[in-house]
């Protein structure tokens, strides 16, 4: 992967130094890391740029907006190089803090780390809504201008600023920030030029004074947060090959999870259209039941299970105030049920694709894959004899009650996995995972010696799988399809082999891997569906069906072909080790929102079930 970018600098005028004024290159960029601490997060772009951050929450007001105005009018916090040449980016290995170093013309140039405190701190993890900001000058004289400009309500206003001697207090109507530095004030607040020679700490955050000095505070927070991201990653049963990609994406899911409540956001952006020029942008930073449990499987295959344990205490929330009714798809991360969707008129939007929408509609969706989805996130609790806390009877009673919802709901038409907002069938993944649902409460009544409740939950599990293989198979084009009684592809059918109904060398499965790359693979990428949605026909491919697409083919015996699709999808992410929600076929550019959970996801998924076993070299 690169990790360098060269931007060209506007002129050589050494009377005013040459930032860029008027030509800034622009915020709309996937190229981003992220650093956070599981109570916020913080998108930084290769020159150093932080351009969007919401607080006190994922889903809150972003103080950085930028990624979504990328205008001069865009909220961003800089620190600008006079005479930029080029910079280079990366993670400390096996950690989330960020390294940017910009250098100039010259040869000189600084260094910016990044990181959102955690570590433990008198028996709990200590993960303060505060960004910490270290820079220092590598040689010579660099001369640097910062630019701190965080804005309240999406953009509209401008924080009331107050001073002090090494502080700086950005008050606004609902929040108020706090800036601590040891950097010059003055230079700070008039955004003057000015010659780096020793370094300095940022750190913003509440209002509150620090209880010992700044830079001892800063340096401690660095050490003790390199320190727990390298002890959690050194837990992971990772495999033997890709490991630094598989450490990465499974940084980047914990990073996902606001452990206050137990929630699992899809994405940490909203309104990152899924291509461009087509209106297709939503807000996921919500946690979908569907998304939370592929996260919460992709961490337990690396035997890090503390994200289930958080997470079911999200979903238990979720199963008694269900009482075995209607579930949404999504919720907020603090439970809340209504996300109603609005337009944001004011921002132009990611590199100027409108529209900008805070919420989601699809919360007022009839999605019956939720479902299985959540019998999914909760089996392995019954199993698990290393978990604090295992379920028992009290847990599997709530869980019948979605079982029962489950097996009423499951040939009833519905939006469907992809949220279709016109159209309503009997879609083959939500019958799927009603399946699933019977199935593993059958295989949980076993566990817990309900030998009766388990024949019952068997029984429901046959007649709908029965079904699905029955009703969901198409003559005419020799494929699954993505409906009952249907004709139109659809990816998610790929799922029959991973939830177990079907065996991979079946070979109506394999006639259906076959059609699925014939009619929706662009090269190694393949798209969702082929039928035009409410939207038209999808233009790039979905992150995660190219996964699934993957995991077929290993399956069928087709691991050749596999891992070069995989080491395609390796190289599709950007310069340290991310992915978005979809990828353009033709251009390889990263489009949807960012960073998607799904996406991390597939590559933990794949490199399980591809790499060689440790067996073969020790």
Known sequence: MNTSTSIDTASNDTSTGNFNDGQRPSTSTLDLGVVGNCSYSALIDKLGRVVWCCLPRFDGDPVFNALLDPDESGSLWSFELENFSHSEQWYEPNTAVLKTRLFDTLGQGIE??????????????????????????LNGSPRVRIRLRPRYDWGREQPVITRGSNHVRYVGTSMTLRLNTDAPISYLLDETAFVLIRPYDFLL???????????????????????YWRQWSRSLATPLEWQAAVIRAAITLKLSLYEDTGAIVAAMTTSVPEAPGSARNWDYRYCWLRDAFFVVRALNSLSELGTMEDYLRWLTNILVRSAGGHVQPLYGIGLEEALPEQILDHLPGFRHHAPVRVGN??????????????????????????????????????????????????????????????????????????????????????????????????????????????EAWNEERQTYAESFGGRDLDASVLLMVEVGLIAPTDKRFIATVDALEKYLCDGPYMRRYEAPDDFGRPETAFNICTFWRIDALARIGRKEQAREIFEAMLAARNHVGLLSEDTHPVTGEMWGNFPQTYSMVGIINCAMRLSASWESVI
């Open 361 to 470: 509609q699809a919360y007022e969706h009839f999605q019956h894959d939720v479902y299985g989805n959540i019998v999914l996130g909760a089996a392995q609790a019954f199993h698990d004899l290393r978990l604090r806390n295992r379920a028992g009877i009290e847990h599997f009673q709530h869980l019948e009650a979605v079982g029962e919802r489950a097996f009423d709901m499951y040939d009833r038409p519905d939006a469907g996995m992809w949220e279709l907002r016109t159209r309503s069938r009997i879609h083959t993944s939500s019958a799927l995972m009603s399946w699933a649902a019977c199935d593993r409460l059958a295989k949980i009544a076993v566990r817990l010696e309900l030998h009766e409740r388990a024949l019952v939950w068997q029984e429901r599990a046959t007649l709908i799988g029965e079904r699905i293989l029955k």
């Open 205 to 227: 955050g509440p209002d509150e004074t620090l209880s010992s000095g700044m830079a001892d505070v800063a340096r401690n927070f660095e050490q003790e947060t390199l320190s």
């Open 112 to 137: 910016i780390t990044d990181f959102a405190p955690r570590f433990p701190s008198r028996g709990r993890y200590f993960r303060p809504l505060m960004l910490v900001r270290r820079i220092q000058p």
